[in-house]
């Protein structure tokens, strides 16, 4: 497992924190910090808490003077795995990954600072003959009460079985990388036995998006990963994507990001 992070809480910290390939969690205590995500802005103030997908294109990130809240950085394979072992991970991943900031009550928001607090402890306690085990326990019972918060909060309606069974299966799907190479509505909807039609019906009543909506943003987001990793060419990563060519990829990237790949590699 990758080394998990708590940076004090200053905002460049708290940008090298939100690195490729890992989530950004991070629960204010006192003033605020701001950011714009997908040309929304937003403002996390104390009592609410912020769950970052990794690779969202997050820009003008400020905090307030005298800030101070707990920030930890999860690698993305494993909060993926954890969202596959929950029923309710996929549907709360699609809300998270739309509304990423999350009200607490004064309990809950204490609740979930004592969890980080002991998931800071376990972090810390290199001595422990089961380390791994014991840290990666303390973290699964934490992202499960987010979980649980998060679902109580959202019993707006009841989603039948047989539309969530099948969300499930779409983002699972998705969580093992399909859309590097298949990015088509009518490819997920025959991997699930069903018609595209069909499968944008229930994407939309689940989730409030289309299919496409889900693929681009699991493409987009790793994509902006691997373009921050100056070990591959645009070349290679077009073809990693399964890209036609060059200019294909370059492309996508300016419809989607509203810039072209090229900007967001990392400066010399």
């Known amino acids: 497992m990758k080394k998990i992070e708590f940076p004090p809480p200053e905002a460049d910290l ?8 890992h989530t950004m969690h991070a629960l204010p205590q006192q003033g605020v910090l ?5 040309g929304v802005h937003w403002v996390v103030n104390p009592g609410e808490y912020l769950i970052l997908p990794s690779g969202s294109l997050v820009s003008d990130i400020h905090f307030s003077v005298g ?23 996929a549907i709360g991943h699609m809300a998270l990954m739309r509304h990423p900031v999350m009200s607490l009550t004064a309990e809950e928001a204490a609740y979930c600072q004592a969890d980080l607090e002991r998931i800071r402890e376990r972090a810390e306690n290199h001595t422990h003959l089961y380390y791994e085990q014991a840290l990666l326990s303390q973290l699964s019972a934490h992202v499960l009460d987010l979980f649980d918060i998060h679902a109580r909060k959202n019993q707006r309606r009841d989603i039948p079985e047989r539309a969530s069974s099948l969300i499930e299966r779409f983002m699972e799907l998705l969580f ?27 994407c939309r009543e689940v989730s409030g998006e289309a299919p496409l909506y889900w693929i681009n943003r699991f493409t ?8 921050a990793e100056p070990s ?6 077009s073809e990693a994507f399964h ?18 790949p090229s900007q967001l590699r990392p400066t010399k």
């Open 14 to 21: 708290f940008v090298e924190c939100n690195q490729a390939g």
């Open 243 to 260: 890209f036609s060519s060059l200019s294909h990829f370059t492309r996508y990237c300016q419809r989607h990001l509203g810039i072209p």
């Open 34 to 38: 701001e950011f714009m995500l997908e």
């Open 232 to 237: 591959q060419t645009l070349t290679e990563i």
């Open 67 to 89: 800030f101070i809240g707990q920030v930890m950085s999860l690698p993305l394979d494993w909060s993926n795995r954890m969202m596959l072992r929950s029923h309710y991970g």
């Open 220 to 227: 987009m987001q790793e994509i902006v990963c691997t373009l």
């Open 176 to 202: 093992k990388g399909e859309y590097r190479q298949h990015r088509e509505v009518k490819y997920y909807a025959e991997r699930l036995c069903i018609t595209p039609h069909h499968l944008a019906d229930v």
